[in-house]
């Protein structure tokens, strides 16, 4: 992070630099340093409260996609059900109106 010295005005890399490289001044008290380690923590944190509510919201859809399927699953079963039924009921009256023709 780039910061300005309050002593002199020079340009701080805080990256690679532990004091100003002009005038040899301190800035670990320096406010505009604080503020924007307070903005990068704060900013570490909401990204990772985003990072959290995106799974919960991940999560949330394949839940309902897992109750829709199950959902779509028993209505099925349900179909095939009735159709079976049906199906045995016309052999069953195809049977009893042979028996009675034949």
Request: hydrophobic fraction near 35%.
């Amino acid at each position: 992070m780039k910061i300005y010295c309050d002593y002199c005005g020079t340009q701080i890399d805080t990256d690679k630099d532990i004091t100003c490289p002009h005038c040899g001044a301190a800035y670990a008290d320096d406010d505009e340093l604080k503020t924007e380690q307070k903005r990068q923590e704060r900013q570490l944190l909401l990204g990772d409260l985003d990072e959290k509510m995106h799974r919960i919201q991940e999560q949330e859809i394949m839940k309902e996609f897992e109750k829709h399927r199950k959902e779509k699953n028993l209505e099925l079963i349900g179909k095939v059900i009735v159709g079976a039924l049906s199906l045995g009921l016309a052999i069953y009256v195809m049977c009893k109106i042979g028996a009675i023709l034949g």
